[in-house]
């Protein structure tokens, strides 16, 4: 096959929700529908459960098990589809971010009785920022939950989306009888009482036959006619190009544990979704159908065998073939490495392969050569661009507490931070080191890997920051930066590309700065 028709039957995506929506159930089910998996129950959630935040073995568990399930990729009516795995616990949101710089697409579960959450508003914004086209799945449609227009509009205002429903309910919970597919025009029905997989499809050319109140009955008919009317009346019609843009979002409701409407968004997700994109570098935008290999790193995870320190770097291709056993530029080390065993990851299974396609996800073992958003070419000298960090929200010195070990410490640290487990800052005022993290359960995870995979121990110390932003000096005002890093030197310190960042120890703080500063920039993200 052509690498064109590589690339134009693939699709690479992830699937957001806050804790609890579904996420796990529905990739199971996508799963089985690509007969990926033979029986449900056999993808693992990677949730942190609660209580479980100083269960140290509980932590590896899990983490072991969120590198079996970082892709799952499989085939459904001859398109290779890539799932990325995003974490749904909150301490673990940067991964999640990462994570989406290397999807095309994602798909948002919602639960139709909690309606819009927290991680969902916050991950959708980054998928809005980068103009990710999204389809929305309403999920547990079997329960009582919203009415579907409050939840349309719940989604509209709290997401900043403009939906097109794709498909809608007819009843919902007790009185749950089916849904119409708007876009296929059938009417899906759950048979029965038992209401547990059983799904007959009838097709509906028009909604105003008397087939329709024979299979609902007149009542739901009647109800269903006047609310498809109003959804044609108010929402904009599905336009490819609008959704691919990132501006229109296709709504679906369902429900994944019972299987009912997951087909259907597959279906419209294999015809509808993007391929894989075009990558903006340093020097120029890649199209995927370019002869010479490129890709950048997006996730770093840690052997689970802490006698072996080796780690897998997980590598989106953007463009050309990759190539078992062939050189490669490591660009930021100005480095040719090959691969003998690269992985590729199907359901549960990693197998090595010879050859990707752009779309595909790679997991090269790495010795500590890689860091998140590392670029690797044919030749060429580029970095791909688009990995940020995010302003962390917890802070504390880090201390040597086993003076004999500081070396493996530093490199303890070093790997770690090489990873994205945390950022490191280095105050300007003593040089002392700060550890920031998106979550607390970071601080646990550092300390309990330091001591079994570098034999090193720490300790740390309360430090009061409210928030880290990056000081941007190129288009700050001179003079207003030189007074600024007089005043606040003691709230200085420097990340690990050595960047100015600046501590503000409360939101008041950090509000007067930028009214004392205005021409000072700050930002809440590492790259601007
Ligand atoms: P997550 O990955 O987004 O965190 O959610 P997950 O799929 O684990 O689902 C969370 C809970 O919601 C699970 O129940 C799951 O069975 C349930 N669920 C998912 N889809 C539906 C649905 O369509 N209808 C209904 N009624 N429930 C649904 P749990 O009791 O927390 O876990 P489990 O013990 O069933 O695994």
Not at 488 to 495: E, T, Y
Request: proline fraction near 4%.
């Amino acid at each position: 096959m052509s690498l064109e028709s590589e690339i134009e039957r693939r699709r690479t995506f992830g699937i957001i929700s806050h804790p609890d929506a579904g996420k796990t159930t529905l990739t199971e089910k996508l799963l089985l529908f690509g007969g990926a998996i033979q029986e449900a129950g056999a993808v693992k959630s990677n949730k942190i459960k609660k209580g479980a935040t100083s269960d140290f073995m509980e932590i590896e568990r899990q983490r072991g098990i969120s590198v079996a399930t970082s892709v799952l990729a499989f085939e459904y009516q001859d398109v290779k589809i890539n799932i990325l795995d995003t974490p749904g616990h909150k301490d673990f949101a940067e991964d999640t971010f990462r994570t989406l710089t290397a999807v095309d697409s994602v798909i948002v579960v919602i639960d139709v009785a909690k309606g819009v959450e927290e991680q969902t508003v916050k991950l959708v914004e980054v998928c809005r920022m980068r103009n990710i086209p999204m389809i929305v799945f309403i999920n547990k449609l079997d329960r009582e939950g919203k009415d579907a227009f409050e939840l349309l509009d719940e989604i509209e205002q709290k997401l900043g989306l403009t939906v097109t429903p794709m498909s809608f309910p007819i009843g919902m919970g007790y009185d749950f009888k089916g849904i119409y597919n708007i876009w296929e025009k059938n009417v899906n029905l759950f048979s029965g009482d038992s209401r547990k997989n059983i799904e007959e499809t009838i097709n509906i050319e028009d909604i105003n036959t008397t087939e329709l109140n024979d299979l609902i009955g007149d009542d739901f008919a009647e109800n269903l006619r006047e609310e498809i009317e109003l959804v044609t009346e108010v929402y904009p019609p599905f336009n490819q190009k609008e959704y691919l843009n990132g501006n229109l979002q296709p709504v679906f409701f369902g429900s994944a544990l019972n299987n009912f409407g997951v087909r259907e968004l597959l279906d419209c997700f294999i015809e509808i979704a993007p391929t894989p994109k075009p990558k903006e570098s340093d020097t120029r935008l890649v199209k995927p159908n370019e002869k010479d290999f490129s890709g950048f790193v997006f996730k770093i995870h840690a052997n689970m065998d802490p006698k072996h320190r080796d780690r897998l770097a997980f590598i989106k291709i953007v463009s050309g073939t990759f190539n078992r056993n062939t050189p490669y530029l490591h660009v930021r080390n100005n480095k040719k490495m090959k691969f003998s065993s690269p992985n590729a990851f199907f359901a549960e299974r990693k197998e090595i392969v010879d050859v990707s396609y752009p779309g595909d996800i790679v997991g090269l073992h790495d010795t500590g050569n890689f860091k998140i958003g590392d670029t690797l070419t044919q030749g060429e000298i580029m970095q791909y661009k688009g990995i940020p960090s995010f302003s962390p929200e917890h802070f504390k010195y880090i201390n040597n507490a086993d003076p004999m070990k500081s070396k493996q410490l530093a490199k303890g640290i070093d790997q770690l931070m090489d990873e994205g487990v945390a950022q490191l800052f280095v105050l300007e005022l003593n040089g002392r080191k700060v550890i920031g993290t998106v979550g607390a359960l970071q601080f646990e995870v550092i300390q309990y890997r330091l001591e079994h995979e570098y034999s090193a121990k720490c300790s740390y110390e309360n430090l009061n920051v409210y928030k880290a932003c990056w000081v941007d000096i190129v288009n700050s005002d001179k003079e207003e930066l030189a007074d600024f890093k007089r005043v606040k030197s003691r709230f200085l310190a420097k990340d690990k590309r050595g960047q100015l960042v600046f501590f503000a120890d409360s939101s008041f703080t950090l509000q007067m700065t930028q009214s004392k500063y205005p021409n000072v920039k700050l930002h809440f993200v590492s790259e601007f």
